[in-house]
């Protein structure tokens, strides 16, 4: 089937999501390491059907910050529009004490829990 190939940065080594749900096809998403611009590294994963989607793939894996290539694919032959979006994992902003305030402001975080779209922050703390 024919590819899209796409630049991904990932920001941060964790956990991201590569979402095909809503595609009008049979998809597959490949995940590739990038050495420059357009150099193809290494197959980190691939999935196909895996995920809630039926025939849409919903590819979630852990990987290093870096540079990468998304490759949007069809099972054998399968080709139409897709929809193709990244999750990536939380930004940690720091750590709470007990018995120390924190101060911090949501004007540029992202929404990753919760309802609606108001921006989160997220702290780590050790009981």
Known sequence: APENWWR????????????????????YVHL???TGTSTVGRLVSTCDDCGPCGLRTVLTTSISAGNYFV????????????RLSVTCPATVVGTVLCNT?????TGSATNSVGSGSAPDHWWMFTA
């Not at 999501?17 to 595609?23: A, I, P, Q």
């Not at 490759?71 to 897709?82: E, I, P, T």
């Not at 305030?101 to 402001?105: D, I």
């Open 32 to 34: 590739y390491t990038r």
């Open 101 to 105: 305030p924190v101060t911090g402001n």
């Open 71 to 82: 490759v949007m694919d069809g099972f054998s032959s399968n080709r139409g529009n897709y």
């Open 8 to 27: 991904f940065t990932a920001p941060r080594t964790g956990p991201y999501t590569f979402n095909s749900c809503g595609s009008s096809f049979d998809t």
